[in-house]
């Protein structure tokens, strides 16, 4: 593989899951991790990622309100506009982070009369512009890498809520390993949201879809409802259709 074509591998996994570390891009591609640290290196100096220690960040996710930085975005306003339907008057929701979740703050309708606990500072901003919300931002140490709250704090204060519907973003899903992710301090946030929980919804792009991570969140049994930026009746959707309502 060429450089060119390796650079172009790497920037897409890191949009798609938002992070990615260095030994998991060393094993895909079949390189030294020198090599991978190497490129990584002269992506960020282009400006194409965010070097961190062990791996990179996406751009877009680090900076979502810079146009033309979000990965796949009309993809993620298809899937906000799908999971309003999931959303009614008087509903209790916890929403998490990431840039769907910003899409989809941005469409609630000023006339929904709803409370939403979220674990983002940035959904939060963008859900304070609603008259008729009332906006309950769960405290706790921001993580520089997710923009979202997370440690023991936040999972306290889930465990002293009850919610209609859990609005989720994703990192991988699959059949067979449910809800999984790359980072243990997102993963245990993302299981205490789930068991405060009546109902949830995974948002996720296609691309996102039959791919797994190390550490798995939940299973498909646990989620309600799968929110795609496909056809309800696309192929793709059938086996999950057996465990959930794809919207």
């Known amino acids: 593989m060429l450089k060119e074509e390796r650079q172009a591998y790497i920037v897409h996994q890191i949009n798609l899951h938002n992070k990615v570390l260095s030994s998991d891009l060393s094993v895909q591609l079949n390189v030294s991790e020198d090599t991978i640290r190497r490129d990584l290196n002269e992506l960020a100096e282009n400006g194409q ?61 000023n006339d929904i009369q709803c409370t939403f606990f979220t674990i983002s500072p940035l959904v939060a901003l963008e859900l304070a512009e609603k008259e008729n919300i009332e906006v309950i931002l769960i405290g706790g140490k921001l993580s520089r890498n997710t923009n979202i709250v997370t440690g023991s704090q936040v999972i306290n204060e889930l465990a002293d809520i009850r919610v209609d519907l859990c609005l ?69 959707l059938k086996e999950f259709e057996k465990y959930l309502s794809v919207v």
């Open 168 to 236: 989720l973003g994703t990192n991988s899903l699959s059949v067979e390993e449910g809800i999984t992710d790359s980072d243990w301090e997102v993963v245990q946030i993302k299981r205490a949201m789930i068991k405060c929980s009546k109902h949830v919804a995974i948002l996720s792009i296609a691309e996102k879809l039959n791919s797994n991570q190390k550490m798995r969140v939940a299973p498909l049994k646990d989620v309600s409802y799968l929110v795609t930026d496909l056809h309800p009746s696309d192929k793709s």
């Open 49 to 109: 990622v965010i070097k961190v220690y062990g791996g990179a960040l996406s751009k877009s996710f680090q900076f979502p309100f810079q146009e033309g930085n979000v990965y796949a975005k009309e993809g993620k306003k298809e899937i906000a506009s799908k999971a309003l339907s999931l959303i009614t008057n008087g509903m209790t929701v916890l929403i998490g982070g990431g840039t769907t979740m910003i899409e989809l703050a941005r469409l609630i309708p």
